[in-house]
């Protein structure tokens, strides 16, 4: 789950070896080579980025570790992006054996700042992101069979991520056996209903912060290089109940309804809108479990305390939606009652728009 490229007004961080051997790099392949890189994300992977300028025009350089995320499954998924019609950075020079990526920099301003600063921009911004979509699951069938699948197994272990992570390590909950069971139901529940749907080419973290707004061609897609062939409506739930920004309810519905139409005209197999509706909101307990767990494990493990402060709107989602699903209800209730109220104080809530 990247966060989104965003400048630092602070000078430069002291380089660090691999700032070092990235400098030394692009001496070679740019006329004009930067004097020092400027921190341009904060990323939850191993990944980091940074900008830089070479005379003409400013640049983003991928720092991605080979040993921790190669840089080959990036470019290869950069590459169909493309084929499909989305607008993703250009790969300007690659250096795979380091891990570095001189890329085009698409802008500044992400959706969540856009958004952030103006909410009426949304009706704007969230049709454009939805046909980009559309666009995607309709060019990216002839990509499926080359992309890993969303499977059981990948699925169940998302999952786990939330009982592991969260309720044992984060918030140190000692489960009875009856949660520990209503917990496996649900879990197995949420991935038969994920496997049902059919399959389409999953971004997989297509939200707010990895959309950023361009002039043209609008909008430039980021941190996709986790793609997997999987269910239908998971992008759509990842975007329109971000974990970043909420939107009311009516708001939502209106969206739904846009991307399901211009789904329909495009062939996509979406089925009738009231069933639609019904499987993404499943879906996005799925998706909403595992990035509360993944919010937990990057402070746990990776001293990244950030993400903290949205799991309150993460696990709001999972409340609203399973109450309207007599076979999930338990775990919505469960949460409400043991999770959300164990929930550490954190510095800012996620914000609600």
């Not at 030394?24 to 990944?47: I, M, N, Q």
């Not at 520990?180 to 496997?195: I, Q, S, T």
């Not at 499943?282 to 919010?295: D, E, N, S, T, Y």
Request: charged share 20%; proline share 9%; glycine share 6%.
């Amino acid at each position: 789950m990247a966060q989104v490229m965003t400048t630092f007004n602070a000078p430069p961080d002291a380089p660090d070896a691999r700032q070092t051997a990235a400098l030394a790099w692009l001496a070679t392949v740019l006329p004009t080579p930067p004097e020092a890189l400027r921190p341009a994300s904060a990323d939850a992977s191993f990944r980091r980025y940074f900008r830089l300028h070479d005379g003409a025009r400013w640049l983003i350089l991928m720092d991605a570790p080979p040993t921790l995320e190669p840089v080959a499954p990036f470019l290869r998924v950069a590459g169909w992006l493309r084929d499909c019609g989305l607008h993703v950075p250009a790969v300007l020079a690659v250096n795979a054996e380091a891990g570095f990526l001189l890329l085009e920099d698409l802008g500044q301003t992400s959706y969540f700042a856009a958004l952030q600063a103006d909410p009426a921009q949304a009706d704007v911004l969230y049709p454009d992101a939805l046909e980009a979509l559309v666009t995607l699951q309709v060019g990216g069938q002839r990509f499926l069979d080359a992309l890993p699948p969303y499977d059981a197994a990948l699925l169940e272990r998302e999952m786990a991520l939330f009982r592991d992570w969260l309720c044992l390590r984060h918030l140190g909950l000692a489960l009875s056996g009856a949660e520990e069971a209503m917990l496996a139901a649900a879990f197995a529940a949420l991935r038969d209903a994920a496997l049902a749907q059919p399959r389409v080419f999953v971004h997989r973290d297509y939200h707010s912060r990895n959309l950023m707004v361009c002039a043209a061609a609008n909008p430039g897609v980021l941190d996709f290089q986790d793609a997997v062939a999987g269910p239908l409506t998971y992008d759509v739930v990842s975007l329109l109940k971000d974990c970043y920004l909420r939107w009311p309810p009516a708001d939502r519905a209106r969206w739904i309804g846009v991307y399901h139409a211009a789904a329909v005209c495009r062939g996509l197999p979406v089925g009738e809108l009231a069933a639609f509706t019904a499987a993404l909101d499943v879906m996005g307990i799925q998706r909403h479990l595992k990035a509360a767990g993944i919010f937990a494990r990057l402070w746990h493990r990776d001293g990244k305390p950030g993400y903290l402060g949205d799991l309150p709107t993460t696990l709001d989602y999972v409340v609203e939606a399973a109450a309207g699903q007599p076979a999930l209800a338990p775990l919505g209730e469960f949460i409400a009652r043991r999770v959300l109220p164990a929930l550490p104080p954190v510095v800012r809530p996620g914000p609600v728009l």
